[in-house]
C-alpha cells in the first residue's frame, strides 16, 4: 500500500462506502437561467445582497486565496465552519461510534473531546509535561496509541497553555503514526507564533491534518472561516462528511476581503501589535503582587498563576472585564487574552488591586 492508501484504510468503511450529498451548485456551474435548486428568484427582503442563490460548496476563489495564504495546493484545502467543524469532521470521519478513539494532550482545547462525546469514540490523555513548561511527551504519546486510537490531536501553540509544541517531537509522532493514525495538529495561533506552520510537511506525510482559521489572527471569529489542510484524498473523503454549504455567501465576501491585498496588510499589523501587547503583559504581569507565574506565550493569550483565581476573576468581573478561569486545567490558573493596548491597561490595574 502507498502511504496515501495506508491513511484511506483509516476511514470508516461506511465513510468510504457513503456516496456523498450531490448539491444544485456541484453539479452544474454556468449557464443564465437557475432553475435547478429550488431557489426564490429573488431575494424579496429591501437589501438585496443576492442571497436567494446557494453558494458554490467550497469557493475556488476563496480557495485559492487560502491556499496562496497557507503556502498550500488548493487540493489540499477545505473551508469549514471555524476549524471547530473540521475536528468534528475528523471525528466523523475516522472514528467508528462505539469502537474507536482519540488521542489528546491535556490541558489543551475543549472541543476534541467534545467531538469525541459526540461520535461515542474513547479518549486516551497523556499529559503536556508541566514542569517542562507544557512540553509534549511523544514517547508517552507513541506508547500510548492502541490500535483503536485513528485521530491524535496536537494543539500548537496550545490552549491555554500558549507554547508552541516542539516541531521535531510532533513530526516523530506523525512519520511514527504513518499507516496507524492520522495526526491532526492544531495551529489556530500559529499566525502569533512567528514559526512556519507544518502544513509543508503533508505532501511527504499523508497522515498529517493541519487545522487553520481566519478566526484569531484575522479577526473572523464571527464570520466561521477554517481550513482543513491535508492530503487531497483525505480533503476527499472529508468531502463526503461536511454539510453541503458551509461558506455562506456573506461569509465569502467577508473573507475574500480579510485576505485582499489591503486585508493581508491590516492581519499582519494587527499580529504585529498583539504580539508587542503580549510582550508587554508578559513583562509587566509578574511585577504585580498577586501574579505568581506567568508562563510564556506564542499566542494572543497568556496562562497566569493567581493566589487565588476566583477572586482575580471577580475582581476582573466587577470592572466589567472577563478573563478566562483555567483552574480545571491547571490549578489556580487564569488565561488571559491579549486585548487593545487600553484592554491590557485595564487588565494590569485591576489585577495590581487583587
Ligand atoms: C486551539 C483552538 N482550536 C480551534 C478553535 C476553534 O476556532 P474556530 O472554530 O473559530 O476556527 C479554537 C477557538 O478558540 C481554539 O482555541
Known sequence: MTPVEQVLALVRPEILALAPYSSARK??????VWLDANENPETPSVHKPLLNRYPDPQPPELIAKLAALYGIAPAQALVTRGSDEGIDLLLRTFCRA???AILITPPTYGMYVVAAGIQNARVV???LIREKNFALDADAVLKSVSSEVKLVFLCSPNNPTGNLLDRAAVLRIVRS??????VAVDEAYVDFSGVPSLAAEIAANPNLVVLRTLSKAFGLAGARVGTTIA???VIAVLQKVIAPYPVPSPVLIAALAALSADGLTAAQESVRQLVAERA???SELPKLAAVKRVWPSDSNYLLIEVADSARAMAAGRAAGIIWRDRSKDVPNTVRITVGTAEENNSTL???SRV
Do not use: N, T
Open 98 to 100: 462505539g469502537q474507536d
Open 280 to 282: 508587554r503583559l508578559s
Open 27 to 32: 453539479e452544474s456551474k454556468g449557464g443564465r
Open 349 to 351: 490595574e485591576v489585577l
Open 125 to 127: 490523555s497523556v499529559p
Open 231 to 233: 492530503d487531497p484524498a
Open 177 to 182: 503514526l504513518a499507516g496507524k493514525a492520522v
